[in-house]
């Protein structure tokens, strides 16, 4: 257990729904991200925040949106995904003053 | 565009010898880099970072570091065969001044420790 909760752990959802991921950090860190892992491609970054503020947006398509209403909790909302958007999604924190980044255990997703 | 690569493997090594993972970076700038473990079906565990050049010990873990050759390496001593996943190479992305700054991760190199 890291400190770093998902929810939830599986999602399947259709191309017209809409959803949310949520990520809670209970480790006082002050920075969230989130990461799509695909099989056999890298983790890929996502989106940073810095205390509550989008600080970089790796040119994800605007079918994923980003909010983090304060340190802890950071959320991605989902719509018109494509069946190519199907991964394991994970959030991670870390503080300012240390570069460490943990991981929550990830939301599988399926689109159909 | 930032690139570190990793062989993919399978790397196979017996129970009780030394593992020894490789990974190498693009941006000469980087100044943070990490390793993370991850189980199958199981998200990414921190297990060392290193920020200067040598080696930083943690148990049976050693990392290395070579800014001069863009090089960062991961020992195993005593491998066991719960060592046996993924090992991913992470390098924090240089340049943006702050703390919260994303990684960029290798495809990671799949370990397999033989009893």
């Known amino acids: 257990e890291t400190g770093v909760t998902q929810t939830p752990r599986h999602l399947v959802m259709g191309m017209t729904n809409k959803k949310s991921l949520k990520c809670e950090q209970h480790?006082?860190?002050?920075?969230m991200y989130w990461y799509k892992q695909s099989a056999k491609k890298p983790l890929e970054l996502m989106f940073v925040?810095?205390?509550?503020?989008?600080?970089e947006n790796n040119s994800v398509p605007s079918r994923f949106s980003p909010e983090c209403p304060n340190s802890s909790h950071l959320f991605l909302h989902l719509h018109t995904l494509q069946p190519e958007d199907s991964a394991l999604y994970l959030c991670?924190?870390?503080?300012?003053?240390?570069?460490?980044?943990?991981f929550g255990p990830g939301t599988r997703l399926t689109v159909t | 565009q930032k690139e570190v690569e990793q062989n993919s493997g399978p790397l196979s090594v017996p129970e009780g010898a030394i593992a020894s993972l490789n990974c190498t970076y693009s941006?000469?700038?980087?100044?943070?880099f990490f390793w993370y473990r991850q189980y199958s079906g199981k998200s990414p565990e921190l297990i060392m970072s290193?920020?200067?050049?040598g080696d930083k010990e943690d148990g049976r873990f050693t990392a290395q570091l070579n800014k001069a050759s863009q090089y960062v390496s991961l020992l195993i001593r005593d491998s066991q065969p719960s060592d046996s996943a993924t090992y991913l190479c992470?390098?924090?992305?240089?340049?943006?001044?702050?703390?919260?700054?994303?990684?960029?991760f290798g495809k990671g190199t799949h370990l397999i420790i033989q009893p």
């Open positions: 992470a390098v924090k992305n240089p340049y943006s001044g702050g703390g919260a700054d994303g990684l960029t």
């Open positions: 925040y810095s205390l509550e503020e989008r600080v």
């Open positions: 991670a924190s870390s503080h300012d003053s240390n570069y460490e980044q943990y």
């Open positions: 941006d000469r700038g980087s100044q943070s």
């Open positions: 480790l006082g860190h002050n920075a």
């Open positions: 290193i920020y200067s050049n």
